[in-house]
């Protein structure tokens, strides 16, 4: 008796595979189709685990590691952390979980900088960014919300361009980096928060259009009729 057949264990043999020749060939096929040699996979198994390609094994190696970061933020030691020391240590576990295949992080960005990639690389960013947040409990639902997902997007962003080029011993370098932009992200919030409330107070203090209206009204005013 033959085993079952579980397409998603296809797709993860099929991705531990491809990340050891993503390094040299890129998000290519002709590295998808060595990771399907490796497995012993037959072909029509391979186009079934990923349809469209090495394009669709690049995005299942996203949200995998988007998932374990969201496992790992569940540790009791990162839950009793400040807000922006649990976002910084979600950024680390996603960039330090990569590390092995740094090369095939540098690959990924070069295919998703491509101007036909460009709402593929938003997708996958925003996916990212939303999995942080939720992993350190955010539970905004007003402007904040985007307000949060933009900012921590742009230092995700810098973060991973910095850490591809960093040599530093243990990747120091990054995580100070990854420090300094945080405190700056978190500053920026605050400051917008402080403002909108200076501005509902100032309107609270106008008068409203509609009760002005009122108030010209006089008793018994009739509107003429039009000629």
């Known amino acids: 008796m033959t085993d079952a057949y579980d397409r998603n264990q296809d797709r993860e043999r099929l991705l531990a595979a491809v990340l050891n020749h993503v390094a040299f060939d890129g998000w290519s096929e002709a590295a998808l189709q060595a990771a399907g040699n490796d497995t012993g996979l037959a072909a029509d198994r391979v186009l079934n685990a990923f349809p469209g390609g090495a394009r669709d094994a690049l995005i299942f190696w996203h949200e995998v590691a988007d998932q374990r970061m969201v496992a790992a933020m569940a540790a009791p030691e990162i839950a009793s952390l400040r807000i922006r020391d649990r976002v910084a240590a979600a950024i680390r576990i996603r960039l330090e979980g990569c590390q092995p295949h740094r090369e095939a992080v540098r690959a990924g960005c070069t295919l998703l900088m491509m101007p036909q990639n460009a709402a593929l690389a938003t997708k996958l960013l925003y996916g990212t960014v939303n999995a942080i947040w939720y992993a350190v409990g955010d ?70 259009p509609l009760r002005l209206l009122k108030r010209g009204r006089r008793p018994g005013f009739r509107r003429r009729a039009a000629r």
């Open 139 to 208: 539970q905004s639902t007003d402007h904040n919300f985007y307000t949060k997902r933009a900012l921590l997007a742009a230092v995700y962003s810098a973060t991973v361009l910095y850490w591809l080029n960093d040599k530093s011993d243990g990747s120091a370098a990054t995580w100070a980096f990854l420090d300094r932009r945080i405190g700056d992200v978190m500053r920026i919030p605050q400051a917008l928060g402080q403002t909108m409330g200076k501005l509902r107070d100032i309107s609270d203090r106008l008068p409203h």
